[in-house]
């Protein structure tokens, strides 16, 4: 299914040089991502604006993932979450099956990212 209005899509990668190339590979007339660090800074980020998708990163410092997963379900937010480590979620496995959150394994290409967003395969290929 492919989005009819740009994508708002919060990333949540506490890897500022990997969530900017995220970002400005994905960035453009389908997606509009702002960057946020930590629990606090996705906060700030909802704040400011309404998201229609949440990419969040696991592990995240302060075992911040399940928080900033729910804070962004709460507010209607798709949430998607990327891990190198799927068999060291433990009870947050259970908690994003709860929500409906996907999981995306790491390593992951741009083009996994586009389909789970909706995107046109396009983007992938920029």
Do not use: Y
Request: net charge negative.
């Amino acid at each position: 299914m492919t989005m009819t209005h740009k994508a708002r899509l919060l990333l949540v990668i506490d890897m500022p040089e990997l969530a900017r190339a995220i970002a400005g590979r994905l960035s453009g007339p389908q997606c509009e991502p702002v960057i946020a660090e930590n629990l606090d800074q996705a906060h700030a980020a909802w704040s400011e604006q309404t998201f229609d998708v949440a990419l969040i990163d696991f592990p995240m410092p302060e075992n911040e993932t399940k928080a900033i997963a729910l804070l962004c379900w709460t507010r209607g937010a798709r949430v998607i979450v990327t891990t190198g480590f799927p068999k060291a979620m433990g009870e947050l496995a259970t908690f994003l099956a709860f929500i409906g959150a996907d999981i995306l394994e790491k390593p992951f290409r741009l083009v996994d990212v586009v389909e789970r967003l909706g995107l046109s395969s396009e983007k992938a290929a920029a």
